[in-house]
T-cell receptor, first 110, second 115 residues
Framework: GENVEQHPSTLSVQEGDSAVIKCTYS??????FPWYKQELGKRPQLIIDIRSNVGEKKDQRIAVTLNKTAKHFSLHITETQPEDSAVYFCAASITGKSTFGDGTTLTVKP | GAGVSQSPRYKVAKRGQDVALRCDPISGHVSLFWYQQALGQGPEFLTY????????KSGLPSDRFFAERPEGSVSTLKIQRTQQEDSAVYLCASSPQREWGDTQYFGPGTRLTVL
Protein backbone atom coordinates (compact mmCIF):
# COMPACT_ATOMS: atom_id res chain seq x y z
CA GLY A 1 0.00 0.00 0.00
CA GLU A 2 0.82 3.68 -0.05
CA ASN A 3 3.39 5.04 2.40
CA VAL A 4 3.75 8.78 3.07
CA GLU A 5 6.68 10.26 4.94
CA GLN A 6 6.58 13.86 6.18
CA HIS A 7 9.44 16.05 7.39
CA PRO A 8 10.20 17.79 9.63
CA SER A 9 8.04 16.67 12.53
CA THR A 10 8.43 20.05 14.23
CA LEU A 11 9.30 23.43 12.75
CA SER A 12 9.78 26.72 14.52
CA VAL A 13 10.15 29.97 12.58
CA GLN A 14 10.15 33.66 13.30
CA GLU A 15 7.13 35.68 12.20
CA GLY A 16 7.63 36.84 8.63
CA ASP A 17 9.96 33.99 7.70
CA SER A 18 9.08 31.20 5.27
CA ALA A 19 8.25 27.62 6.24
CA VAL A 20 8.70 24.53 4.07
CA ILE A 21 7.29 21.08 4.78
CA LYS A 22 8.18 18.11 2.59
CA CYS A 23 6.46 14.78 1.90
CA THR A 24 7.39 11.73 -0.10
CA TYR A 25 5.04 8.98 -1.28
CA SER A 26 5.59 5.48 -2.59
CA UNK A 27 2.67 4.63 -4.91
CA UNK A 28 3.01 6.20 -8.34
CA UNK A 29 -0.76 5.69 -8.86
CA UNK A 30 -1.53 8.41 -6.28
CA UNK A 31 -3.01 11.33 -8.19
CA UNK A 32 -4.23 13.86 -5.64
CA PHE A 33 -2.20 15.54 -2.90
CA PRO A 34 -4.03 17.67 -0.34
CA TRP A 35 -2.58 19.57 2.60
CA TYR A 36 -4.54 20.01 5.81
CA LYS A 37 -4.15 22.35 8.77
CA GLN A 38 -5.34 21.05 12.12
CA GLU A 39 -5.53 23.22 15.21
CA LEU A 40 -5.64 21.59 18.62
CA GLY A 41 -8.93 19.77 19.14
CA LYS A 42 -10.29 20.85 15.77
CA ARG A 43 -11.02 19.06 12.49
CA PRO A 44 -8.46 18.95 9.68
CA GLN A 45 -9.14 21.74 7.20
CA LEU A 46 -7.98 21.71 3.61
CA ILE A 47 -5.64 24.60 2.87
CA ILE A 48 -4.41 23.72 -0.61
CA ASP A 49 -4.34 20.72 -2.92
CA ILE A 50 -2.67 19.69 -6.14
CA ARG A 51 -3.52 17.10 -8.75
CA SER A 52 -0.99 14.99 -10.56
CA ASN A 53 -1.29 16.84 -13.88
CA VAL A 54 0.02 20.06 -12.28
CA GLY A 55 3.51 20.83 -11.00
CA GLU A 56 2.81 23.87 -8.86
CA LYS A 57 -0.12 25.72 -7.35
CA LYS A 58 -0.24 28.93 -5.36
CA ASP A 59 -2.90 30.58 -3.21
CA GLN A 60 -1.80 33.87 -1.65
CA ARG A 61 0.91 33.00 0.92
CA ILE A 62 0.65 29.25 0.39
CA ALA A 63 2.11 27.21 -2.46
CA VAL A 64 2.52 23.53 -3.18
CA THR A 65 4.94 21.87 -5.60
CA LEU A 66 4.79 18.33 -6.92
CA ASN A 67 7.58 16.25 -8.48
CA LYS A 68 5.95 13.08 -9.83
CA THR A 69 9.22 11.57 -10.98
CA ALA A 70 10.78 11.81 -7.55
CA LYS A 71 7.44 11.18 -5.83
CA HIS A 72 7.66 14.14 -3.51
CA PHE A 73 5.64 17.27 -2.85
CA SER A 74 6.17 20.28 -0.64
CA LEU A 75 4.18 22.98 1.13
CA HIS A 76 5.58 26.50 1.21
CA ILE A 77 4.21 29.20 3.49
CA THR A 78 5.63 32.69 3.06
CA GLU A 79 5.39 35.67 5.42
CA THR A 80 4.35 33.43 8.29
CA GLN A 81 2.05 34.78 10.98
CA PRO A 82 1.37 33.53 14.53
CA GLU A 83 -2.05 32.27 13.42
CA ASP A 84 -0.29 29.87 11.04
CA SER A 85 0.81 27.89 14.11
CA ALA A 86 -0.86 24.46 13.90
CA VAL A 87 -0.20 20.89 12.82
CA TYR A 88 0.01 20.42 9.06
CA PHE A 89 -0.66 17.08 7.36
CA CYS A 90 0.10 16.05 3.82
CA ALA A 91 -1.76 13.20 2.13
CA ALA A 92 -1.44 11.14 -1.02
CA SER A 93 -4.70 9.95 -2.49
CA ILE A 94 -5.99 7.47 -4.97
CA THR A 95 -9.71 7.86 -5.56
CA GLY A 96 -11.38 6.49 -2.47
CA LYS A 97 -8.44 6.40 -0.10
CA SER A 98 -6.03 8.91 1.41
CA THR A 99 -2.81 8.10 3.23
CA PHE A 100 -1.64 10.82 5.58
CA GLY A 101 1.78 11.78 6.82
CA ASP A 102 2.44 11.97 10.54
CA GLY A 103 2.17 15.73 10.64
CA THR A 104 4.40 18.76 11.19
CA THR A 105 3.89 20.99 14.20
CA LEU A 106 4.59 24.52 13.02
CA THR A 107 5.23 27.22 15.60
CA VAL A 108 5.48 30.83 14.44
CA LYS A 109 7.11 33.04 17.05
CA PRO A 110 5.97 36.66 17.15
CA GLY B 1 -24.51 25.18 3.87
CA ALA B 2 -24.03 22.78 6.75
CA GLY B 3 -20.76 20.91 6.98
CA VAL B 4 -20.10 17.35 8.06
CA SER B 5 -21.43 16.67 11.53
CA GLN B 6 -20.65 13.83 13.92
CA SER B 7 -22.23 12.63 17.13
CA PRO B 8 -21.54 12.18 19.89
CA ARG B 9 -18.57 14.52 20.11
CA TYR B 10 -17.24 12.67 23.16
CA LYS B 11 -17.85 9.11 24.25
CA VAL B 12 -16.53 7.30 27.30
CA ALA B 13 -17.00 3.54 27.30
CA LYS B 14 -16.03 0.80 29.68
CA ARG B 15 -13.90 -1.92 28.18
CA GLY B 16 -16.14 -4.50 26.59
CA GLN B 17 -19.01 -2.15 25.78
CA ASP B 18 -20.31 -1.62 22.27
CA VAL B 19 -20.37 1.91 20.82
CA ALA B 20 -21.97 3.50 17.75
CA LEU B 21 -20.63 6.67 16.17
CA ARG B 22 -22.72 8.66 13.71
CA CYS B 23 -21.72 10.76 10.72
CA ASP B 24 -23.94 13.14 8.76
CA PRO B 25 -22.15 14.05 5.53
CA ILE B 26 -22.65 17.16 3.45
CA SER B 27 -25.94 16.83 1.57
CA GLY B 28 -25.43 15.34 -1.87
CA HIS B 29 -21.91 14.08 -1.26
CA VAL B 30 -21.46 10.67 -2.78
CA SER B 31 -18.34 9.50 -0.97
CA LEU B 32 -17.91 9.03 2.77
CA PHE B 33 -14.77 8.08 4.64
CA TRP B 34 -13.96 7.04 8.19
CA TYR B 35 -10.54 7.65 9.77
CA GLN B 36 -9.00 6.90 13.14
CA GLN B 37 -6.64 9.52 14.57
CA ALA B 38 -4.50 8.62 17.54
CA LEU B 39 -2.98 11.38 19.64
CA GLY B 40 -0.10 13.03 17.80
CA GLN B 41 -0.64 11.04 14.60
CA GLY B 42 -2.16 11.64 11.22
CA PRO B 43 -5.59 10.24 10.37
CA GLU B 44 -5.52 6.56 9.38
CA PHE B 45 -7.96 5.27 6.80
CA LEU B 46 -10.59 2.84 8.04
CA THR B 47 -13.23 2.48 5.35
CA TYR B 48 -14.86 4.17 2.34
CA UNK B 49 -18.37 4.27 0.92
CA UNK B 50 -19.65 5.39 -2.41
CA UNK B 51 -23.36 5.92 -1.88
CA UNK B 52 -24.46 2.86 0.11
CA UNK B 53 -21.72 0.59 -1.22
CA UNK B 54 -18.74 -0.05 1.01
CA UNK B 55 -15.94 -0.12 -1.56
CA UNK B 56 -12.95 -0.45 0.73
CA LYS B 57 -12.77 -1.65 4.33
CA SER B 58 -9.12 -2.60 4.31
CA GLY B 59 -8.29 -0.22 7.18
CA LEU B 60 -10.69 -1.65 9.74
CA PRO B 61 -8.35 -2.99 12.45
CA SER B 62 -10.42 -6.02 13.44
CA ASP B 63 -13.75 -7.72 12.99
CA ARG B 64 -14.97 -5.77 16.01
CA PHE B 65 -15.26 -2.74 13.73
CA PHE B 66 -18.23 -2.45 11.43
CA ALA B 67 -19.50 0.45 9.31
CA GLU B 68 -22.68 0.96 7.36
CA ARG B 69 -24.39 3.57 5.21
CA PRO B 70 -27.69 1.88 4.34
CA GLU B 71 -29.36 4.75 2.47
CA GLY B 72 -26.27 6.38 1.04
CA SER B 73 -26.36 9.32 3.41
CA VAL B 74 -25.85 8.96 7.19
CA SER B 75 -23.19 6.48 8.24
CA THR B 76 -22.58 4.65 11.49
CA LEU B 77 -19.30 3.19 12.71
CA LYS B 78 -19.86 0.50 15.30
CA ILE B 79 -17.20 -0.91 17.57
CA GLN B 80 -18.03 -4.05 19.49
CA ARG B 81 -16.39 -5.14 22.75
CA THR B 82 -14.29 -1.98 22.94
CA GLN B 83 -10.66 -2.25 24.03
CA GLN B 84 -8.35 0.41 25.45
CA GLU B 85 -6.41 0.55 22.19
CA ASP B 86 -9.59 1.73 20.47
CA SER B 87 -9.27 5.07 22.28
CA ALA B 88 -8.80 7.70 19.56
CA VAL B 89 -10.60 10.41 17.64
CA TYR B 90 -12.79 8.99 14.89
CA LEU B 91 -13.10 11.35 11.95
CA CYS B 92 -15.65 11.20 9.19
CA ALA B 93 -15.18 12.97 5.86
CA SER B 94 -17.32 13.33 2.77
CA SER B 95 -16.60 14.36 -0.77
CA PRO B 96 -18.50 15.05 -3.95
CA GLN B 97 -17.73 12.58 -6.68
CA ARG B 98 -15.27 13.94 -9.19
CA GLU B 99 -13.63 12.34 -12.16
CA TRP B 100 -10.39 12.16 -10.20
CA GLY B 101 -8.99 13.77 -7.12
CA ASP B 102 -11.40 13.95 -4.20
CA THR B 103 -11.47 16.95 -1.89
CA GLN B 104 -12.54 15.60 1.49
CA TYR B 105 -14.41 17.70 4.03
CA PHE B 106 -13.95 16.54 7.59
CA GLY B 107 -16.33 16.47 10.50
CA PRO B 108 -15.28 17.55 14.01
CA GLY B 109 -14.66 13.97 15.11
CA THR B 110 -15.79 11.80 17.99
CA ARG B 111 -13.29 11.39 20.79
CA LEU B 112 -13.64 7.86 22.16
CA THR B 113 -12.09 7.01 25.51
CA VAL B 114 -12.18 3.39 26.62
CA LEU B 115 -11.58 2.87 30.31
Amino acid sequence: GENVEQHPSTLSVQEGDSAVIKCTYSDSASNYFPWYKQELGKRPQLIIDIRSNVGEKKDQRIAVTLNKTAKHFSLHITETQPEDSAVYFCAASITGKSTFGDGTTLTVKP
Amino acid sequence: GAGVSQSPRYKVAKRGQDVALRCDPISGHVSLFWYQQALGQGPEFLTYFQNEAQLDKSGLPSDRFFAERPEGSVSTLKIQRTQQEDSAVYLCASSPQREWGDTQYFGPGTRLTVL
